[in-house]
C-alpha cells in the first residue's frame, strides 16, 4: 500500500509541477501563412521544431535517422539498449504507440510502427541550464513530430520531464519552463 502512495504521490506531484502553455496559445496567432501555402510556428515555444538554429541548437546527435522497419529484432534491442527505459517508454506513450500497437513489445512497435527516429541532445540559448533530449519520430507513412525532454539527476535517480511535443507541426504541448513569455 505504501508503494502504491508513493508512486501515486510522484506522479501527481509531476502533474503539478507541468505547466502546459500550449493551450494558452492561439493557433491564429501562434502560425503565419508562408507563400508557399505552408504555415510557419511564430509562438512562444522556444523547443517547436521550428525554432531548431534559432532558439536551440544540436549539441549531439546520439542515434542518427534510423528506420527501424530495416534493421532485425537485435539490432533494435541494441539500438534502444543506449537509451533509459523510462525515456523510451514516455516516448512511446507520447506518441500513442502502446495504444496503436495493442500493446506489442518495445522491439515490435519499433520494428511495426516506427518509420524512422533520430535523437540529439540540444542545447537552448535562452534556457541553457536545461538538459534537453529531443526524439524526432516518424509514424504513419509522412507523419511524425517531435518530443523534447528535460533530463533532471538527483543523485544516482534520473528522471525526464516532457518540455515540448509537436505532431505534424502542430504544438501540443509546451511546459512553462521552455515558454518564451513571462507568464507570472
Known amino acids: ?35 508557399d501555402g505552408s504555415s510557419r510556428y511564430v509562438g512562444k515555444c522556444s523547443t517547436h521544431e521550428d525554432y531548431q538554429k534559432f532558439y536551440f541548437k544540436t549539441k549531439r546527435t ?44 518495445v522491439v515490435k512497435i519499433f520494428k511495426n510502427y516506427i518509420d524512422d527516429i533520430t535523437v540529439e541532445r540540444i542545447t537552448n540559448v535562452v534556457f541553457p541550464d536545461l538538459d534537453l533530449i529531443r526524439f524526432s519520430v516518424g509514424v504513419g507513412g509522412g507523419n511524425g513530430g517531435y518530443v523534447v525532454y528535460n533530463q533532471l539527476k538527483n543523485g544516482a535517480v534520473v528522471t525526464y520531464e516532457k518540455m515540448s511535443h509537436t505532431f505534424d507541426s502542430d504544438l501540443n504541448f509546451c511546459d512553462k519552463k521552455v515558454w518564451l513569455q513571462n507568464t507570472k
Do not use: C
Not at 537485435?74 to 500497437?101: C, G, N, P, R, W
Open 62 to 105: 546520439l542515434l542518427k535517422y534510423t528506420e527501424p522497419s530495416d534493421l532485425p529484432e537485435a539490432e533494435i534491442e541494441a539500438m534502444l539498449a543506449k537509451f533509459d527505459k523510462k525515456l523510451i517508454a514516455q516516448v512511446l506513450k507520447t506518441f500513442d504507440m502502446y495504444d496503436v500497437s495493442n500493446g506489442a513489445s
Open 1 to 35: 500500500m505504501f508503494k502504491i502512495l508513493l508512486a501515486l504521490s510522484v506522479v501527481l506531484s509531476g502533474s503539478v509541477l507541468a505547466q502546459n502553455m500550449a493551450e494558452s496559445e492561439d493557433y491564429r496567432t501562434a502560425y503565419v501563412d508562408m507563400p
